[in-house]
């Protein structure tokens, strides 16, 4: 099992960044992948990035390139996703999660395991 708590969401007026943290912990050798997800009211819930656990390749919703990144920092076992130029539409919960069958997708279908959720907020 692989547990995945997300961290650093809230409330941002436009054009400001935010960086939300993703900690795995439990069975993390198991972990292929890492992505993050987000869910807008009312819409159903959209890739971000994913991340290879090892080597760090890095894929991204071609939407998001420039403004979003996703990094890892071995060491705490966590996954972040940095979220520069906010914009309202970005407003959404966020979700981190965690493939271990080496997939390589954006597709929500594929991952095992979920956090919680983080709430991002942007004002205009």
């Known amino acids: 099992q692989v547990q995945l708590v997300e961290s650093g969401g809230g409330l941002v007026q436009a054009g400001g960044s935010l960086r939300l943290s993703c900690a795995a912990s439990?069975?993390?050798?198991?972990?292929?992948?890492m992505a993050w997800f987000r869910q807008a009211p009312g819409k159903e819930r959209e890739f971000v990035a994913r991340l290879k656990w090892n080597g760090g390749h890095t894929a991204y919703a071609e939407s998001l390139l420039g403004r979003f990144t996703i990094s890892r920092e071995n060491a705490k076992n966590t996954v972040y996703l940095q979220m520069n130029s906010l914009k309202p539409e970005d407003t959404a919960v966020y979700y981190c999660?965690?493939?271990?069958?080496?997939?390589?997708?954006?597709?929500?279908?594929?991952?095992?395991?979920w956090g919680q959720g983080t709430q991002v907020t942007v004002s205009s």
């Open positions: 999660a965690a493939e271990v069958g080496g997939t390589w997708s954006r597709d929500a279908s594929l991952y095992d395991y």
């Open positions: 439990g069975r993390t050798s198991s972990i292929y992948a």
